[in-house]
């Protein structure tokens, strides 16, 4: 049984840019953590990091944001990290998209860093 939607190209528009609002707080507060904990990474993380995102080799999928705690897991305390927007983790792991954005946001946050440093290292 399908009905007609009231104002359904309302809802829609309300929708896309609800969605768009939480992806782009998905990617703010990965570059906030980008930004942060890229004081624990090494040389050679920064390096790898740049050439493999200028060969395009980073995908932004499902999987990234996992790979993303792995791989700082081994580096930072993951109980010292700090969120500050709520909701923010549930949406994190219920929406690929968001997981996506937030490990986009986390690259742009530690290359920041790196292009203010590397010229002096």
Known sequence: LQTATPNADQLIERLRIEKQAMLNQAKNEG?????????????????????????????????????????LSKRNDPNNWNFNSPGLMQFLNTTPQAKGAFVEGWIEGVLSVWQNLKEQV
């Open 31 to 71: 570059f906030k953590l980008g930004v942060e904990s890229s004081s624990n990474l090494s040389f050679q993380d920064f390096q790898n990091l740049e050439k493999r995102t200028r060969c395009g080799e980073v995908h932004f999928d499902d999987d990234s944001l996992e790979d993303l705690w792995q791989f």
